[in-house]
């Protein structure tokens, strides 16, 4: 018998929109709860880092975005999302697209959550740096991801560049034209409609 699945997730977080978005492409039945949190003190028994996206699969926990989508393929009968054929490139490139992700969550943590007076330029600069490398990074092995099948490092790029318009800029588009263009029509997919951003509940 197929257990109980719940995914605890945010409104806007992108590693949780990443696993939403392959639960959707792979037909996962699962449960989702949306929840703030910062006032989510029952996640900690499960997950002590309390982050989210986190799996209940019955009364086991699957904790970070990558093991729970790694899941995800694991359970379906759907065509994988992890091509064999370039699995560790698509590794890494999941990896650089939760870098990105990363840093610009820290980013909106850092320019939100404190006065202007008290926030660190320079680490602001450096996540902006970062991310507008990888960016660039990725527009340039454009070719070698983007193939006609969805795969899960097309997922995690296209949830990283709409989180760095959504919550950094879209300044990023007019350098990587091969992805803004790309990026305009994966989002026309049901799958990324549906998981647009909601709002935020405020860092505490
Ligand atoms: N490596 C983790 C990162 C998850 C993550 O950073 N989640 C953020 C929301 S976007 C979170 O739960 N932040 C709350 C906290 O860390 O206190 C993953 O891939 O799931």
């Known amino acids: 018998m197929l257990e109980n699945l719940i995914l605890y997730n945010g409104p806007t977080s992108p590693f949780g929109r990443k ?17 703030n949190i910062y006032k989510s003190r029952f996640l900690d028994e499960h997950n002590p880092l309390r982050q989210i996206p986190t799996l209940m699969v019955g009364n086991k926990t699957i904790t970070d975005s990558d093991n729970i ?14 091509p064999k054929e370039r ?4 590794m890494t490139m999941i990896s650089v697209a939760n870098g ?12 939100s959550s404190l006065p202007e007076s008290e926030q660190r330029h ?7 740096k970062k991310i507008l490398r990888s960016i660039s990074w990725m ?17 995690a790029v296209a949830c990283a560049l709409d989180y760095t318009s959504f919550r950094f800029s879209n300044e990023w588009k007019t350098q990587n034209p091969k992805l803004t263009n790309w ?11 549906k998981t647009l951003p909601g709002e935020s509940f405020k860092y505490e």
């Open 19 to 35: 696993c939403k978005v392959a639960a959707l492409v792979l037909k996962i039945e699962h449960q989702e709860e949306k929840i």
């Open 69 to 82: 989508c790694l899941y995800f393929d694991s359970i379906s009968n759907a065509k994988s999302l992890f």
């Open 87 to 90: 699995y560790w490139d698509c």
């Open 100 to 111: 990105i992700m990363e840093n610009a969550v820290n980013r909106f943590i850092e320019m």
């Open 122 to 128: 320079v680490a602001i600069e450096r996540f902006e």
């Open 139 to 155: 527009e340039n092995k454009f070719d070698e991801f983007t193939k006609k099948e969805i795969s899960m490092d097309q997922i």
């Open 183 to 193: 990026l305009e029509l994966i989002t026309e997919n049901e799958y990324m409609k």
